[in-house]
């Protein structure tokens, strides 16, 4: 995270998925950073968006399960 904040000034930030509702939780989570991007995007600020994840998921009846 450090280069993104440090060399080329974004904001980065650390999501731990909490083991209950996971799947609710990231979407929430993902649906207000977009939203934020969103509104910086509008204001012609630079936007990134890298999701980086490390840990368990399905794919369950065409739908990305994401696990704690």
């Known amino acids: 995270m ?16 909490p083991s ?3 799947q609710i939780q ?11 991007l969103s509104d910086k995007k509008a204001e012609k600020k630079r936007v990134l968006l890298i999701v ?9 009846e065409g739908r990305l399960i994401w696990s704690a």
């Open 2 to 17: 450090g280069i993104f904040q440090d060399v080329y000034r974004f904001d980065t930030e650390y999501y731990s998925i």
């Open 20 to 22: 209950q509702n996971a």
């Open 26 to 36: 990231v979407q929430k989570q993902l649906a207000n950073i977009i939203a934020d």
């Open 52 to 60: 980086y994840y490390n840990g368990h998921g399905v794919v369950k």
